[in-house]
């Protein structure tokens, strides 16, 4: 029985890399998650006006990988100290989230992110949020660095 994560961390495309390329992950989809707008596009997103962050939905078998271990490939492979930015992307679109699905993996998230915030010297700034809608992203941005 598989289950599904949801994480913000910048550009969805090296995310969305990390994340496939984690032993347990079945599948990564790239999307948009966590704002108001119905079906946003792409270029909808990157205005800033729909609150939508990219995001990556990632399912994975909980027998070979265990949420806790993903939460610790999200704080590895970003800056959760940066407020809505990442590198040289700057927006909310690039905010870090951790949308969760459950009580259980908000609990899990919100200690984790206590652990980390244990190891880093400024605040975090990762929100960690009820997951909502996730909107595919356009087909082009699916693998986009496998492309």
Known sequence: MSETATFAAGCFWGVEVDFRNTPGVTDVRVGYTGGHA???TYEQVCSGTTGH?????VT???VEVSYA???????GLHDPTQV???GPDVGTQYRSAIFTHSPEQ???AAESKARAQARLPRPIATEIAPASTFWPAEEYHQQYLVK
């Open 53 to 57: 962050a990219e995001a990556v939905e």
């Open 84 to 86: 809505n930015r990442q």
């Open 106 to 108: 908000a609990e899990a």
């Open 60 to 62: 994975f078998d909980p």
């Open 38 to 40: 119905e079906e946003p």
């Open 69 to 75: 271990k993903l939460l610790d490939v999200f704080w």
